[in-house]
């Protein structure tokens, strides 16, 4: 069983429409990364948090400490933001990722 | 700033042939590298990891191997490539030392097809 769980595997969804994607993980993972990866395989850091909330832009990033449960938020989708979204745990040293939501906005 | 770069962006190797990955980093000092594989259809997992020159700490055992020779080098070796080895493979750097709790910023891959 991985550490990190996401799901979905896939969302599909209309232009304008708020879009979550979930992550659980286990314990001993301290922080949680946020990662965006382009259909060219490209990776951008999004977020990175160990507690509370983060804002930037349309994008919207929590975290439950107690009940290890992660949320990425997109309001007012565009088309552009189709990619794969992936999820990390931090513990120690390393990072072990989710197997990531692909992320369909038609216009 | 700060860049990353890797090369080749794209590399299509017979199988047994050596490989060599490099990635580079600019505008920084002593960064945390990593590096990941993503498989077709499988999430990212951590090969390696290096906190300084010549330190380089191994996360799974398979054929390859990594090296630091210089601050802000990485490379990713093998003797011999197997078919296994085939993915997306991306260098990382981070900041500092806390772990894995700092951001890590990414280079944009190489893409390895081993035939």
């Known amino acids: 069983k991985n550490e990190v769980e996401q799901s979905p595997q896939n969302l599909t969804a209309q232009e304008g429409e708020f879009i979550t994607i979930n992550c659980s993980y286990s314990?001993?993972?301290?922080?949680l990364h946020w990662l965006q990866q382009h259909p060219g395989g490209g990776i951008v850091s999004l977020f990175m948090l160990s507690s509370g909330k983060k804002k930037h832009g349309r994008l919207i990033a929590t975290i439950n400490i107690q009940e290890k449960h992660s949320s990425l938020h997109i309001t007012a989708s565009h088309p552009r933001d189709s990619a794969v979204y992936i999820c990390?745990?931090?513990?120690?040293?390393?990072?072990?990722f989710g197997e990531g939501t692909q992320l369909t906005v038609n216009p | 700033s700060q860049t990353i770069h890797q090369w080749p962006a794209t590399l299509v190797q017979p199988v047994g042939s050596p490989l060599s990955l490099e990635c580079t980093v600019e505008?920084?000092?002593?960064?945390?590298l990593y590096w990941y594989r993503q498989a077709a259809g499988r999430g990212l997992q951590l090969l390696f990891y290096s906190v300084g020159i010549g330190q380089i700490s191994s996360e799974v055992p398979q054929n390859l191997s990594a090296s630091r020779p210089q601050d802000r080098q990485f490379i990713l070796s093998s003797k011999k490539l197997l078919l296994s080895d085939s993915g997306f493979y991306l260098c990382a750097w981070s900041v500092g030392w806390s772990g894995a709790k700092n951001e890590q910023f990414f280079g944009p891959g190489t893409r390895l097809t081993v035939l």
């Open positions: 990390a745990g931090a513990s120690g040293s390393r990072l072990t």
């Open positions: 314990v001993g993972i301290s922080a």
């Open positions: 505008g920084t000092s002593n960064p945390n």
